[in-house]
């Protein structure tokens, strides 16, 4: 379905869970997260049931996030069951791969094809810092596995923080020219308000790039299989790729092709925007089919034309990265 600015929607972003294992600091505070209570999170078949509805708007991709959609009991039926539908072309996840190499041949065997994993520091110190918790190792592990069962292309998320691993950029290109790895490169938001924010920790793409040309030339811009915001670059003659996702400096909303749901069954039109529609009401209330696809049409219909980070969170905006999905 098209939205107001004549976008195509077709990529529905779930999180699954507010839930996560790790306390990224730009993410999640640490002492972790209000518990909002079983009843109030959206049960697997309540979710199910709604992408169901939402193919009926249009969505072909749907991408399981969280907080960690690893840590939620039973996602891989849930993969199972969402793959399976006739009109769905994509279900892949982004995870921070704790937990994957050990669920990998079951999540591959229910119809996962594509795999996102966040890293932000291939450093085994600076990863723990940056995460609150957690090894290096263990997502190491993730990729290796991904990449042994053939789950191409492997993308690699990396938010860039200056002070906190901005050094590490031209590690993270050698690792994209000598493994058959997607880097995106991802300019920090003031999604969620933590302290942690700072308008001078935001690295942008400009300057990003500035510092991958001292030791590579990026090459034409290419297509890797997905539809995120990145723009894709090869690296002379490397295996993998390198990409940015300029959400800040050079916002790419107008060909934004996305909406999200909440693990608490709200629908958001924009990451960055404040309206939600309250569709676990219109569960609870017993809402048709033909009720709840009206609610996706009608969040696909309002989605703003574009962000306005730049002018910060808000403090009246209480909603956290982990609550959205990124
Ligand atoms: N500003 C903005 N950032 C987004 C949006 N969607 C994803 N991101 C950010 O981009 C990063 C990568 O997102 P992913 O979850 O890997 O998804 P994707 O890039 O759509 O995935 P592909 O389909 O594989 O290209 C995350 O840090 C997100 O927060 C969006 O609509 N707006
Ligand atoms: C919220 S996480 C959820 C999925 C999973 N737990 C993970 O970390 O991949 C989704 C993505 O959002 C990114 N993210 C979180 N907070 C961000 C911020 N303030 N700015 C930019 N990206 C952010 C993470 O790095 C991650 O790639
Ligand atoms: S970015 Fe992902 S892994 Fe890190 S705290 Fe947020 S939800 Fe958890
Ligand atoms: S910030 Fe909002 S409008 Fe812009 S790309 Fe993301 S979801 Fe779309």
Redesign the pocket.
């Known amino acids: 379905m098209f939205d107001s600015y004549a976008r195509e929607i077709d990529y529905l972003r779930v999180s699954v869970t507010d839930r996560?294992?790790?306390?990224?600091k730009?993410?999640?505070p640490e002492e972790g997260i209000e518990d909002i209570g079983h009843t109030n999170v959206l049960a697997l078949e309540e979710i199910f049931r709604l992408v169901r509805i939402a193919t009926r708007v249009g969505i072909r991709k749907v991408r399981l996030?969280?907080?960690?959609p690893l840590v939620r009991k039973n996602i891989t039926r849930l993969i199972a069951q969402i793959a399976a539908l006739p009109q769905m072309k994509e279900v892949a996840i982004?995870?921070?791969g704790?937990l994957f190499a050990d669920m990998a041949a079951e999540l591959k065997a229910a119809g996962l094809k594509r795999v996102n994993f966040?890293l932000d520091s291939l450093r085994p110190e600076r990863f723990r810092y940056i995460?609150?918790r957690g090894s290096m190792e263990d997502v190491t592990c993730a990729i290796t596995k991904a990449l042994a069962l053939g789950m191409a292309p492997i993308k690699i998320n990396t938010v860039v923080m200056k002070g906190i691993n901005d050094d590490e950029i031209l590690d993270f290109v050698r690792l994209a020219k000598e493994m058959p790895l997607h880097v995106r490169f991802i300019e920090f938001m003031p999604v969620g308000d933590l302290p942690f924010y700072k308008t001078d920790r935001m690295v942008t793409v400009s300057e990003i790039k500035e510092i991958v040309g001292q030791q590579y030339s990026l090459h034409k811009s290419l297509t890797v299989q997905g539809n995120g915001p990145a723009k894709c670059y090869q690296i002379n003659g490397g295996l993998g790729t390198v990409g940015f996702i300029s959400a800040m400096s050079d916002h790419f909303c107008t060909e934004c092709n996305r909406i999200r749901m909440t693990a608490d069954g709200k629908l958001r039109g924009c990451l960055f925007g404040k309206q939600e529609l309250n569709l676990k009401l219109a569960l609870q209330n017993g809402a048709s089919d033909e009720k709840i696809a009206h609610l996706f049409s009608k969040a696909i219909r309002e989605k703003p034309n574009r962000h306005y980070m730049g002018e910060g969170w808000g403090a009246d905006n209480k909603r956290k990265?982990?609550q959205i999905g990124?």
């Open positions: 996560c294992n790790l306390r990224c730009y993410c999640m996030t969280g907080g960690e982004t995870t921070n704790i966040s995460t609150g990265m982990y990124g």
